[in-house]
């Protein structure tokens, strides 16, 4: 109904497989992979490939990955040298800050009159007693 006869089939469907040959060729029983009159010319070109593939990950993937991995080993060196030298800092900072506050602990302790500074040493012998705990 909706087909026009210029788009129309006017033969019959092939059957069975005389329309899927080569013209020119003869047919093959096996499939062309693996007939085995094929398989020299496949382990050759499988050779190449492989060689071909090979010599591209040496030339130009691994040096690339191996550039890589030295940078990075670079940079954590340099990142945990830097780490060692701001810890040293903050070390001497913590140690002055330190020093600074038992020296004001000292000048304040001196400067109290005698009744506060037995006040001050009976209460810091019972926090050290229980830190000690």
């Known amino acids: 109904m909706f087909v026009?006869?210029?788009?129309?089939?006017?033969t019959a469907p092939a059957t069975g497989t005389e329309g899927t040959a080569v013209p020119g060729q003869p047919e093959h029983e096996t499939f062309p992979p693996f007939d085995s009159s094929t398989y020299p010319s496949q382990i050759l070109w499988l050779v190449i490939c492989f060689g071909l593939f090979f010599m591209?990950?040496?030339?130009?993937?691994?040096p690339r990955i191996g550039n890589i991995l030295n940078v990075r080993s670079t940079r954590i060196e340099q990142d945990l040298a830097e780490a060692a030298k701001l810890k040293g800092?903050?070390?001497a900072a913590a140690a002055a800050f330190e020093q600074e506050l038992a020296e004001a602990l000292v000048c304040t302790f001196h400067a109290l009159p005698?009744?506060?500074q037995c006040a001050v040493e009976q209460h810091l012998q019972?926090?050290?007693v229980k830190l000690r705990q």
């Open 89 to 91: 800092e903050a070390d």
């Open 4 to 10: 026009t006869s210029a788009y129309a089939e006017e």
């Open 114 to 116: 005698i009744d506060a």
């Open 56 to 62: 591209f990950l040496r030339r130009v993937v691994v």
């Open 126 to 128: 019972q926090h050290a």
